[in-house]
């Protein structure tokens, strides 16, 4: 089975700063990695996904996220957000070569930007 | 505009109620899914369908029940309402995942439906 854990559950940033949102995951098998992104009072959005390849990922809205197998880890970052970046970002879990197996959320980050 | 859309957006039903939330998606994904946010913004999988077929039946009371007469729709179907239940359901469709395929694998969403019991 797989879990996700992101380790904050709020990170508040000053508009034009950098930000990480921090993920590890845990899983026996090989895994493909999701970062999501949901506006307030909308579903959720794809940012971008890891399947295999480089391990820097670069997604939408300038995002970027960088596997690491040896950490388990797959945090996102972004080096300058905006105002339009708040928003509660999950990151996700998917056994690879599987095809019934789902995806797994972790519990949000809600990324709060200050001006 | 191709998409996966779910209705009502809002519902609002006393306790001991039955009501139902449409999922359609004309994205031709063979695969669509539910799962149900809490309070606390936590997703969990409910349930998943892959070509009118149940894959995937996670540990939910057995008043929910999904029907999917399609591959493109994919409805939830609620019974004797309870307080707990309120939370944002949402649909979402995918991709047929075939080991050793390729493919988007990502989820493409509803907006949610935001259920409350009263």
């Known amino acids: ?115 | 505009d191709t998409a996966v859309s779910q209705t009502p957006k809002y519902l609002v039903t006393q306790m001991g109620n039955d009501k139902s939330i449409k999922c359609e998606q004309n994205l031709g994904h063979d695969t669509m899914y539910w799962y149900k946010q809490d309070s606390k913004k936590f997703l969990k999988i409910m349930f998943s369908y892959n070509n009118k077929e149940l894959i995937i039946n996670e540990t939910v009371p057995n008043r929910f029940s999904p029907k999917s007469p399609d591959k493109a729709h994919l409805n939830l179907h609620i019974n004797s309402l309870e307080l707990g239940d309120s939370a944002v359901y949402f649909c979402a469709s995918s991709q047929a995942w075939r080991i050793g395929g390729t493919g988007n694998y990502g989820y493409t969403f509803g907006s949610g439906t935001r259920l409350t019991v009263v």
Request: charged share 15%; net charge positive.
């Open chain 1, 1 to 115: 089975a797989q879990s996700v854990t992101q380790l904050d559950s709020q990170v508040p940033v000053f508009e034009e700063a950098p930000v990480e949102l921090r993920c590890n995951y845990s899983s026996s098998v090989s895994v493909y990695l999701f970062w999501y992104v949901q506006y307030p009072n909308q579903g959720l959005q794809l940012l971008l996904k890891y399947l295999s390849g480089s391990t820097l990922v670069k997604g939408i809205n300038g995002f970027e996220a960088e596997f690491n197998k040896s950490q388990t880890s797959f945090h996102l970052r972004k080096p300058s957000v905006h105002i339009s970046d708040t928003a509660e970002y999950f990151c996700a879990v998917k056994a690879s070569g599987s095809s019934a197996s789902k995806i797994i959320f972790g519990s949000g980050t809600r990324l709060s930007i200050r001006p």
